[in-house]
């Protein structure tokens, strides 16, 4: 079951987007629990109270992270669907060509030659002016993305709320524990991301903790 979630998350999301959303929801969490320690009532009434308010917080930023997801896919694909009325609008084959240009190039610029590029055009030209036309609408794999989304964003509640629920006496110091895990994940985020960008997994991970403070520290500030 775990490999089956763990196939899905990677369908939807790319390395990048996935660590940024544990990253989202990991920051969401802990300016929460930081602002909430504050003004955090004594015994298990507290600890209830912040338990609850910790998992409601990050289902909303959850829900909030899901609905951009959808916009980002309509966007991408509007982009596209704009390509293809713009190829079959075009009046010849050259303008047709400059116009995919316009849009692959600064992908492609850098480690393609300008020969290989206009072969590649030309057939992109030709493949995508002759597709029917379709409307933007959102699709089953949008809605599956954007639950990927909201699921990793909503996992990095857990960590935050498993403390409240075994020190339910103590909030204040559950209070800290969470924010302790808070911060050990937020090193965990850095060295999975140095992984992917091919830094060091121990200086990322410090890097990362300190850029989760700051950026804490900044939503606290500006009333976060």
Same mark, same amino acid.
């Given at each position: 079951?775990?490999? /089956?979630?763990?196939?899905?998350?990677?369908?939807?999301?790319d390395?990048? /987007?996935?660590?940024?959303?544990?990253?989202?929801?990991?920051?969401?969490v802990l300016?929460?629990t930081?602002?909430?320690?504050?003004d955090?009532?004594?015994? $298990?009434?507290?600890a209830r /109270?912040?338990? =609850?308010?910790?998992?409601?917080?990050?289902?909303?930023?959850?829900?909030i992270?899901?609905?951009?997801? =959808?916009?980002?896919?309509?966007? /991408?694909?509007g982009?596209?669907?704009?390509?293809?009325?713009a190829?079959?609008?075009?009046?010849?084959?050259?303008a047709?060509?400059?116009? =995919?240009a316009k849009?692959?190039?600064?992908?492609?610029? $850098?480690?393609?030659?300008?020969?290989?590029r206009?072969?590649?055009y030309?057939? =992109?030209?030709?493949?995508?002016?002759?597709?029917?036309?379709?409307?933007?609408?959102?699709?089953?794999?949008?809605?599956?993305?954007?639950?990927a989304?909201f699921?990793?964003?909503f996992?990095?509640?857990?960590?935050?709320?498993?403390?409240?629920?075994?020190?339910?006496? $103590?909030?204040?110091?559950?209070?800290?524990?969470?924010?302790?895990?808070?911060?050990?994940?937020?090193f965990?985020?850095?060295?999975q991301?140095?992984?992917?960008?091919?830094?060091?997994?121990?200086v990322?991970?410090?890097?990362?903790?300190?850029?989760?403070?700051?950026?804490?520290?900044?939503?606290?500030?500006l009333?976060?």
């Amino acid at each position: 079951m775990a490999s /089956e979630t763990k196939n899905w998350v990677q369908k939807y999301l790319d390395p990048s /987007e996935r660590v940024s959303e544990v990253l989202f929801g990991l920051i969401m969490v802990l300016t929460f629990t930081l602002t909430a320690g504050l003004d955090i009532a004594e015994g $298990e009434l507290g600890a209830r /109270e912040l338990l =609850v308010a910790a998992i409601g917080c990050n289902i909303a930023w959850g829900i909030i992270d899901g609905v951009f997801y =959808v916009m980002g896919a309509l966007f /991408e694909r509007g982009r596209r669907l704009r390509l293809g009325r713009a190829l079959q609008a075009a009046p010849d084959e050259k303008a047709a060509i400059a116009a =995919v240009a316009k849009e692959i190039d600064p992908l492609l610029e $850098e480690i393609t030659g300008p020969e290989a590029r206009q072969v590649l055009y030309r057939d =992109v030209a030709q493949r995508v002016s002759r597709m029917p036309a379709e409307r933007n609408r959102i699709l089953k794999e949008d809605l599956l993305g954007a639950l990927a989304s909201f699921w990793l964003v909503f996992l990095s509640t857990i960590p935050a709320a498993l403390p409240f629920l075994i020190f339910r006496s $103590e909030p204040r110091f559950a209070l800290r524990v969470s924010n302790g895990l808070l911060l050990g994940l937020l090193f965990l985020v850095g060295c999975q991301w140095a992984r992917f960008m091919g830094g060091r997994r121990v200086v990322t991970g410090l890097a990362m903790t300190l850029l989760g403070g700051v950026l804490v520290a900044v939503a606290i500030l500006l009333g976060g």
